[in-house]
């Protein structure tokens, strides 16, 4: 089955601690983005990837960083930066950014801070 | 730049009501419209879509027209289920800009 998956489903922060939340998938998109979700709002983006090697900041940069070595994957790290990382963590592809592209999204991952 | 609004939540319905959640937005030129759902603990899934005005999207019963005289896209259910309780965006794409989400719309429906 073509989709995408996260890891972890719920992850903890500490204090000071960087941490990485895993997006890969299997659908050859050539698109990804990662969102924030916040409770009571909409989702916002953090980071958006077109192509393998290449990244754009989305609305929400500021605290996190994001790498694409490889079509399949889009890994993003939540650094100690980030000064507020407690949401729902949302990872989308389409087969590219455009108007009339269907953004298909993950089960999501869920940090916490300790 | 663009935006979009939602009717706010969260809205609380009987089995067979019926549904309108409304959405308006704020572009300039043409976007593409989506609602999307989300039921509790998962991601996102594309409910129905439309790209361009006057054309209607519909899916498991759902329905929203491309309103360009109204800026709008309101989304609506004849009969709705309990299974349809969960949370509805609204979102536009225009060009090859990103998506963006209007805040969301908790719907419950009680047996």
């Known amino acids: 089955d073509g989709g995408i998956t996260q890891s972890p489903k719920y992850l903890f922060r500490k204090e000071g601690q960087n941490v990485t939340l895993s997006c890969e998938q299997n659908?050859?998109?050539?698109?990804m983005y990662w969102y924030r979700q916040d409770p009571g709002q909409g989702l916002r983006l953090i980071y958006y990837?077109?192509?393998?090697?290449?990244?754009q900041k989305g609305d929400i940069a500021e605290g996190y960083s994001v790498s694409r070595e490889k079509k399949e994957s889009f890994p993003l790290t939540v650094t100690s930066a980030q000064k507020n990382p407690t949401a729902f963590y949302l990872c989308?592809?389409?087969?590219?950014?455009?108007?009339?592209?269907?953004?298909?999204f993950g089960p999501g991952t869920r940090l916490l801070v300790l | 730049g663009n935006s979009v609004t939602q009717m706010e939540g969260p809205v609380t319905l009987s089995e067979e009501a019926f549904l309108t959640i409304n959405c308006t937005y704020t572009?300039?030129?043409?976007?593409?419209l989506f609602w999307y759902v989300q039921y509790p603990g998962e991601g996102l899934q594309l409910l129905l879509k439309?790209?361009?005005?006057?054309d209607k999207g519909s899916n498991k019963g759902f329905e929203a027209t491309y309103r360009k005289e109204t800026t709008s896209f309101h989304l609506e259910k004849g009969s709705v289920q309990v299974s349809d309780s969960a949370v509805y965006f609204c979102?536009?794409?225009?060009?090859?800009?990103?998506?963006?989400f209007g805040q969301g719309t908790r719907l419950t429906i009680n047996p």
């Open positions: 439309a790209t361009k005005a006057d």
């Open positions: 572009a300039t030129g043409y976007p593409s």
């Open positions: 989308a592809s389409s087969t590219q950014v455009g108007a009339q592209e269907t953004q298909y």
């Open positions: 990837s077109q192509i393998v090697n290449d990244f």
């Open positions: 979102a536009l794409v225009q060009g090859a800009q990103k998506l963006v």
């Open positions: 659908l050859n998109h050539d698109a």
